[in-house]
């Protein structure tokens, strides 16, 4: 178990320092910036939000395996689905201004003048290059209801003896 809480906590100190720094730069550049570049950082920030709440969501989900308290292990783990779910929305969000921006070169351009690319962009970072992710967070979904179930019919046989 240390060694968990050694990789744990290296973990934790990368994602943070790393956070604040993109914090540090994302804030100047939202002040700095309008249009859709503005927009592409406000998204990044809230996708950097999204894994410090995934961090901690872990966190929440060790401490209530070590007091082995089963029901709060699959609330959290839903809570851990919701957050991921919200942190790739935000992040396919961030890759399509990216390419978006990129499209029109160097020239920084109004939310009017990109706003029909944007969103076919959106929808093929969606449904085609980011698929897998979300299939993935569905299926933590999927493995949390049958938790509950397990924890369930654990609970009624544990009656029954």
């Given at each position: 178990m240390k060694i968990l809480d050694i990789i744990l906590w290296t973990i934790v100190l990368i994602v943070g320092a790393n956070s604040l720094l993109f914090f540090w730069r994302g804030g100047s550049a939202v002040v700095e910036h309008d249009g859709?570049?503005?927009l592409l950082w406000i998204f990044k920030m809230a996708t950097y939000t999204g894994i410090i709440f995934l961090v901690y969501q872990v966190f929440r989900i060790r401490q209530a395996l070590l007091t082995q308290d089963g029901p709060a292990v699959i609330r959290h783990i839903r809570v851990l689905c919701i957050i991921a779910f919200s942190a790739a929305l935000f992040n396919s969000l961030a890759n399509a201004g990216l390419v978006t921006q990129m499209q029109?070169?160097?020239?920084?351009?109004?939310?009017?003048?990109?706003?029909?690319?944007?969103?076919?962009?959106?929808?093929?970072?969606?449904?085609?290059?980011?698929?897998?992710?979300?299939?993935?967070?569905?299926?933590?979904?999927?493995?949390?209801?049958?938790?509950r179930i397990a924890t369930q019919l654990k609970s009624e046989n544990e009656s029954f003896i």
């Open positions: 859709l570049l503005q029109f070169g160097k020239n920084l351009v109004s939310w009017q003048e990109a706003k029909g690319r944007f969103w076919s962009y959106a929808l093929q970072q969606v449904f085609d290059e980011q698929l897998l992710i979300y299939i993935l967070i569905v299926s933590l979904f999927l493995l949390s209801g049958f938790a």
